[in-house]
């Protein structure tokens, strides 16, 4: 993906030009957008302009991520979406996949030596039908919701308690407070897996019921478990994000920007993220996570694997991975 100097763009995030080595591309929940058409077009635009050479990888969605688009408490508004979002993955016909449901599903993949869990359109189109036709959500697609309700609240209690102890601590303790901008100032480094090894040792030895001694062999290979570390890397960014008061980041670290900006969706995001953290490229109009996400990719050796960009961007920018140039001769929305 990148931009040529006799083209004038007006790129959200794209910052440089930027090289996906690797095809496969994951969709955020947060491209769809109910009530904005330009939006939709657009989206549909770079699902076009992504099934144009059917050898560019393939396409996957996290079951969360549809789970979080079928959040809005109105019926109408939850078959709105799901409507919207059918049109979507039906596009991309055999090349779309769905990343398997359960907790960690592809960290527990990742250890166990397998290639991702994942179903195809049509496992789950008859359960969308269903619930188009019913007028809301039925069956196996409000079980799955609902379970995942309750996994997401057990996440965010779990963080919750996290923040609210380091944040105590980073308030009374000056030692801690000058331990934690040292950390921080080392973030754009390899140092940043120690920085949140204790996240991926809970990863890989309490889900993945690996050995301890793997957490060393994640450390020196970071680039062969991308969702342990890309989970790992972004939580512990929320972390730091989240145990800065407002008024402490603006006054001692603004300059990290979104980096360390606090979000409540952002533990919701690093668990999406890394469920499709083997992919080359993450979609998404959460400019956080791309700069999150993009911060991480740049530091050398890449810490994860996945680059984010907006729909926008990627519609505007991109050329496909094996070097050939994408026909610029369609308008752009």
Known sequence: MNDT??????FKMLDKARYVHHADVLFDSNVIRANDELAEKRLLALADLLVEKPDRGYIWFALTSLYEMLAPNDAAKRIDVLKRFQNLYTRFGDRVRFFGAGPFASVIAEWAD?????????????AVNASIAAGDLVGVLKEARDE???EKARLWKSHADDVARYRAIYESNPAFREDFKRSVERLGTINALEQCDDIARHLIVGLAKRLETDLEVAKANPAVYPCTWTYSLLVRLADYAATLTKAEWKANFAQY???LKSDPNDYLDAYIAATGGACGMVITNDEGLIEK??????IQPPLVRLQGFTVYDTLIAYNPPNGDKRDR???IL
């Open 329 to 331: 001769s369609k308008p």
């Open 293 to 298: 996400l993009n911060f991480l990719h740049d």
């Open 257 to 259: 920007g979104r980096l």
């Open 5 to 10: 100097a006799t083209e004038k763009k007006q």
């Open 148 to 150: 995942w309700e309750v």
């Open 114 to 126: 397998e290639g991702p869990m994942y179903a195809r359109a049509d496992a789950i189109d008859d």
